[in-house]
C-alpha cells in the first residue's frame, strides 16, 4: 500500500480490511474479477482506492486525465450517492482528477459539457453507456479506458440489462483489451459463475471474498395470536401498533413494503395512527418525482426522519448511516433479498444491521424463522444470465452501427465473447443481420425497417438520421407499461402512475398517492391532473410486477420448518406462535416434509377439491395446476377452476374425481422427457395469448415499435395496437421469425419458470405422496379457497362468505373465540382491505386504525 493511501487512512482513524488490500493487489497486478463482500462493509472503497493507487500516480500533473475509470450502477438513485463517495479522497489521493454522473437526472448543461470532455471518473447506468456507444466517436471517447467497475451485480446478472452491459464490456473490451472488469456485490449463492458471466468466456479473473465480522439480527414481530385459519394478507395493518412502537422505540427505520400500492397504504396507515410524525415520517417508491425522493434520501442521511416507507427503490447500495432498523411488511419472498434490506441498516464496517419481518398472514410467520436458518447456513439465490435474447442483440447492432459501424465478421467474434450469446449459431447472427437490414421477409417493403446497411466498403451504418434519433431515444431493455404523469392543476408535478390505473377513473375519483388524498380533475396529453382532496375513501394505484414469486431457497426453507413442527420440535418463537395452526393442520391432514408430497382432497357443495403443496412458487404452481388438469382430461373431459399461490394450488372440478387413481398416474406421466414436458405445458395453457403478452416487450426492445419522442409518448393502448398487428402480421407471413420463438421461449423460462417446474416434477415423483381425504378445510387449503372465490364474488360476499367458514372452521377446532363474534371481526376486516384495494397476496390489509384528524399542515418535501 503507498504511502498517500496509508496517510488517508490514518488521518480517518480507519485500517483496511484484509479484502479490501487483495483488491488493491489484484488491480495492481492487472487482475480483474469480482468482490463478494457483505453490505456496508468497505466494497467501494477496496476497488475505488485500488483504481486511484494504481492509476493516478501515472496521470500527475496538467489538466485533468480523460475518461480512465467507468462506474455502472443499476439505478439513477445510486449514481448521485456514488459519485460523493467517489470525490471524498480525490482531494488527497488524485487531485487532477475530476468526477462526474451520467443519467436520465443528469441536467442539460451538464450533459453538454460532457459532450465536450468527459470526467476521469464516470458513474452511469447500462442505458446511458449504451448511449454513449452509439455515438460517433465512441472509439475516441473510450480510447484511454482502464477499469470498468459494475457495481451491484447480482442486480443485473439475471436479466436484459446484465446482457446489455456483457455487450457493452464485449465493445469496450474489443476496443482495448487492456480494460481491466470489477463486480462488486453483497447477496449471490453463484459466485464463479457470476465472475464468468462478467468477464466473458475463457477469461481469468480473481474472485475476492471479503469476510467481516459483522452481526447481523433477523427476527420476527409476532402478533398476540395467530390466526389458525389465514388467508393471505389478512394481518396486514392489524400489525399497525406493534410497528409504531419498534418505530417509537428505533432512532431511524426503513420500511420496505413489496409493493408501491402497498407503501402508500402503510404510509397513510402510520400517520393516521400518529399524526405527530408529519414531517419526520417519509415515503419513497419509484413512481414519486424525482425531487420528493431526493428530499427523503437527504433527510434519511441527516437523521432527520423518524421513519421512511419504501419499496426496492432503497433496495441497494445508498448510504444511510443514520438508519439503526429494517422492518419488512409481509415474506421477503427471497433469502438474498432479505439480506439486502438487512444491509440498509447498519451500513457501515463493524456496526450490527438488524431487520423484523412483519407477517401479513400466519404463515408467513413460518418463513422468518426459515429465512433466518437458511442465512444462517449460507443459502443464497442464484442467479443466471438469459440465454441468447435476440431482441437485446438486435438493438446492440443497431447502436454498434452508429457507433462507428462495424464490419459482421469481427462483431460476431465479439459477441460470442460473452457468455450471453457464448454459443450463438450462425443461423441466428443472420437472421439478426437481415433483421436489421430490412425487418425480415414481411417489413422489407418499409423504410422504417432498414435499420443498419452495408456501405461500399462492407462496413454497416444507420443510413437515416431519423432511424437514428428514434433509436437513440428508445435504447435500453427496461420495459413497463405507458406510464401517466400526475400534477396538481397550476402546482407542480408529484411523480407518475401507469396508464392502465388512471384509464379506469372518471373525473371526482378520489386516489391515494404520494402520501395524499387526491382527486383526479381531467386527464390531457398523458397527464393526470388532479387537487387535494380529503373525507372521501380513495382508491390506491396499483403497478404490475408487484407480485414476487417465493424462490426455491426459501420454499426449501419453510418445508424444513414445517418438517421440524412435524416433529414436535416448536424451537423458534415463529413457530411456537404459529403452533395452533400448525397443530390443527397435523390433526386434520398432515404437515409437508421434503420426503413426502401432501394432497388433500374435499368433497362440497362445489364439487370435488384438490390441494396440492409443492412449495415452487405461484408462477410454477399455476403452470403445475394447468398441467395436471390437462393430464387428468385426457383421461375424461372436465373442466377445473384453479386457484395458486406460493404454496400450493387447488383443482376443484364440479364433477367427481378419483384422485386417489389419478393423481399417481398423471404426477409420474413423462416427467423425465423435457420435450414432453414442454409440450404437455403449452398444450394446457392458453399459450398463445401469454406469448403475445411476451412478444410486446420484445418488439419494443428490438425496435419494432417506437414509443415516442419525450413528450409524445405513446399510450399503452397504442403499443399494444402496434405488437399485436405485428404479431399477427409475423405469424402469417413470416412464421419463422426468430422474435415469435424467442417469446414462447420466455413465457416458458420466465413466466411458468419451465426448469423449476420440471425440477419441481421430478422431485415430487421421488416423494412419498400422502392423500389426505378432509371432512372440512385445512389451515393450509383453507387461504387457496378464499384466492379462488374472492375472484368470482362481490367485496360485500367475499367477506360474509370468510366470515361464516372462519366461524364453521374456529367452532370445529375448538375455538375459544365464539362464531359470531369471529364472523363479525372478519367480515370487517375483509371488508376494510377490499375497500382499499389491496388483494395481491402479500398485501397490507385488515381495519385500519382509527382516522384521526391531522395537525392544519405538516411539512412536505418540495413540490
Not at 152 to 160: A, D, S, T, V, Y
Not at 320 to 325: C, D, G, N, S, T
Not at 353 to 371: F, K, Q, W
Request: hydrophobic content about 45%; some cysteine.
Amino acid at each position: 500500500m503507498k504511502r498517500p493511501l496509508v496517510d488517508w487512512f490514518t488521518a480517518r482513524t480507519w485500517k483496511p480490511f484484509a479484502f479490501q488490500r487483495e483488491v488493491w493487489r489484484a488491480i495492481g497486478k492487472g487482475e480483474s474479477g469480482l468482490l463478494h463482500a457483505t453490505t456496508g462493509a468497505g466494497k467501494t472503497y477496496a476497488v475505488w482506492l485500488g483504481a486511484l493507487q494504481a492509476f493516478a500516480a501515472a496521470s500527475e500533473g496538467g489538466r485533468p486525465p480523460p475518461l480512465t475509470v467507468l462506474w455502472l450502477t443499476p439505478m439513477r438513485a445510486l449514481a448521485a450517492d456514488t459519485l460523493r463517495a467517489l470525490k471524498e479522497p480525490l482531494e488527497t489521493l488524485a487531485p487532477q482528477w475530476s468526477a462526474g454522473a451520467r443519467s436520465g437526472d443528469t441536467p442539460s448543461g451538464e450533459r453538454a459539457a460532457q459532450d465536450k470532455r468527459l470526467p476521469t471518473v464516470l458513474v452511469t447506468t447500462p442505458e446511458s453507456l449504451s448511449l454513449m456507444l452509439a455515438r460517433a466517436d465512441a472509439r475516441e471517447i473510450f480510447r484511454h479506458l482502464k477499469l470498468v467497475v459494475v457495481d451491484e451485480w447480482h442486480e443485473l446478472l439475471g436479466n436484459k440489462r446484465g446482457v446489455q452491459v456483457q455487450l457493452a464490456l464485449a465493445r469496450l473490451r474489443g476496443w482495448n483489451p487492456a480494460v481491466l472488469t470489477w463486480g462488486m456485490s453483497a447477496t449471490l449463492g453463484n459466485l464463479h459463475e457470476a465472475m464468468h458471466t462478467l468477464l466473458g468466456p475463457g477469461a481469468q479473473g480473481t474472485l475476492v471474498q471479503g469476510q467481516v465480522p459483522k452481526k447481523l439480527v433477523v427476527d420476527s414481530l409476532l402478533p398476540g395470536r395467530a390466526e389458525r385459519f389465514p388467508w393471505g394478507g389478512h394481518l396486514g395493518i392489524t400489525m399497525l401498533p406493534q410497528v409504531v412502537a419498534e418505530i417509537e422505540a428505533s432512532s431511524t427505520t426503513l420500511v420496505f413494503t413489496n409493493t408501491r400500492s402497498q407503501a402508500e397504504l402503510w404510509y397513510q396507515a402510520l400517520l393516521d395512527a400518529k399524526p405527530e410524525w408529519a414531517g419526520v415520517v417519509a415515503l419513497h417508491h419509484g413512481s414519486l418525482d424525482k425531487a420528493v425522493r431526493e428530499w427523503v434520501e437527504l433527510g434519511l442521511k441527516n437523521g432527520q426522519l423518524k421513519a421512511v416507507v419504501c419499496t426496492s427503490s432503497l433496495d441497494l447500495g445508498v448510504d444511510f448511516l443514520p438508519v439503526e432498523r429494517v422492518l419488512q411488511i409481509g415474506s421477503p419472498k427471497g433469502v438474498a433479498r432479505l439480506l439486502q434490506r438487512a444491509g440498509r441498516s447498519g451500513h457501515a464496517p463493524g456496526r450490527p444491521s438488524r431487520v423484523t419481518l412483519v407477517p401479513t398472514h400466519s404463515l408467513e410467520i413460518v418463513e422468518g424463522a426459515a429465512a433466518r436458518d437458511a442465512i444462517a447456513a449460507g443459502h443464497i439465490e442464484s442467479r443466471h444470465s438469459p440465454e441468447e435474447p435476440l431482441d437485446v442483440l438486435v438493438q446492440h447492432l443497431v447502436t454498434v452501427a452508429l457507433g462507428g459501424g462495424f464490419r459482421p465478421e469481427d462483431l460476431l467474434a465479439e459477441v460470442r465473447r460473452t457468455a450471453a450469446y457464448e454459443h450463438l449459431s450462425d443461423g441466428n447472427w443472420q437472421w439478426c443481420l437481415d433483421f436489421v437490414r430490412q425487418g425480415g421477409p414481411s417489413l422489407a417493403a418499409y423504410p422504417d425497417y432498414r435499420r443498419a446497411v452495408p456501405d461500399a466498403e462492407g462496413v454497416w451504418r444507420v443510413p437515416d438520421a431519423r432511424l437514428a434519433r428514434r433509436h437513440r431515444m428508445n435504447i435500453g431493455t427496461i420495459v413497463s407499461d405507458a406510464s401517466m404523469s400526475v400534477q396538481f392543476v397550476g402546482g407542480a408535478r408529484i411523480g407518475s402512475v401507469e396508464e392502465s390505473f388512471v384509464a379506469r377513473m372518471k373525473p371526482g375519483d378520489c386516489f391515494l398517492f404520494g402520501g395524499r388524498m387526491l382527486e383526479l380533475v381531467r386527464v390531457h396529453e398523458m397527464t393526470a391532473w388532479v387537487r387535494r382532496a380529503t373525507g372521501r375513501r380513495p382508491a390506491v394505484p396499483r403497478w404490475n410486477g408487484g407480485r414476487m414469486p417465493l424462490s426455491t431457497t426459501l420454499a426449501d426453507a419453510v418445508v424444513d420448518q414445517l418438517a421440524r413442527a412435524d416433529a414436535g420440535r416448536y424451537d423458534s418463537p415463529e413457530l411456537q406462535c404459529v403452533r395452533p395452526l400448525l397443530e390443527i393442520q397435523q390433526r386434520w391432514s398432515h404437515l409437508p416434509t421434503p420426503g413426502t408430497l401432501l394432497a388433500e382432497v374435499l368433497a362440497s357443495r362445489e364439487g370435488t377439491h384438490l390441494f396440492l403443496y409443492p412449495f415452487a412458487g405461484r408462477p410454477v404452481h399455476m403452470g403445475l395446476a394447468n398441467l395436471i388438469g390437462w393430464r387428468v382430461a385426457q383421461h375424461a373431459p372436465r373442466t377445473f377452476s384453479i386457484a395458486v399461490n406460493d404454496y400450493g394450488f387447488e383443482l376443484l372440478s364440479a364433477t367427481p374425481v378419483d384422485w386417489a387413481e389419478l393423481l399417481p398416474q398423471v404426477l409420474h406421466a413423462g416427467h423425465d422427457a423435457r420435450g414432453d414436458l414442454l409440450h404437455e405445458v403449452l398444450a394446457s395453457l392458453n399459450a398463445g395469448e401469454l406469448a403475445q403478452r411476451r412478444f410486446r416487450e420484445i418488439a419494443r426492445v428490438a425496435g419494432l415499435i417506437f414509443q415516442g419522442y419525450p413528450g409524445e409518448r405513446r399510450s399503452s393502448r397504442q403499443v399494444q395496437a402496434s405488437s399485436s398487428l405485428f404479431w399477427e402480421v409475423l405469424r402469417k407471413y413470416d412464421p419463422a421469425n426468430r422474435l415469435l420463438a424467442q417469446a414462447e421461449a420466455e413465457l416458458l423460462a420466465q413466466e411458468l419458470e419451465i426448469g423449476r417446474l420440471a425440477a419441481s416434477l421430478a422431485r415430487m415423483a421421488g416423494q412419498r405422496l400422502v392423500l389426505q381425504p378432509l371432512a372440512r378445510p385445512s389451515p393450509f387449503a383453507f387461504p387457496l379457497m378464499v384466492e379462488r372465490f374472492r375472484e368470482k364474488l362481490s367485496n360485500e360476499n367475499v367477506a360474509d362468505r370468510i366470515a361464516r367458514m372462519v366461524a364453521q372452521l374456529e367452532q370445529a377446532a375448538g375455538g375459544a373465540v365464539a362464531p359470531g363474534e369471529v364472523a363479525s371481526a372478519t367480515a370487517e376486516g375483509v371488508r376494510a382491505r377490499l375497500a382499499f384495494g389491496q388483494d395481491a397476496p402479500d398485501g397490507a390489509a385488515g381495519p385500519r386504525a382509527p382516522r384521526r384528524r391531522r395537525p392544519p399542515s405538516r411539512p412536505l418535501p418540495p413540490l
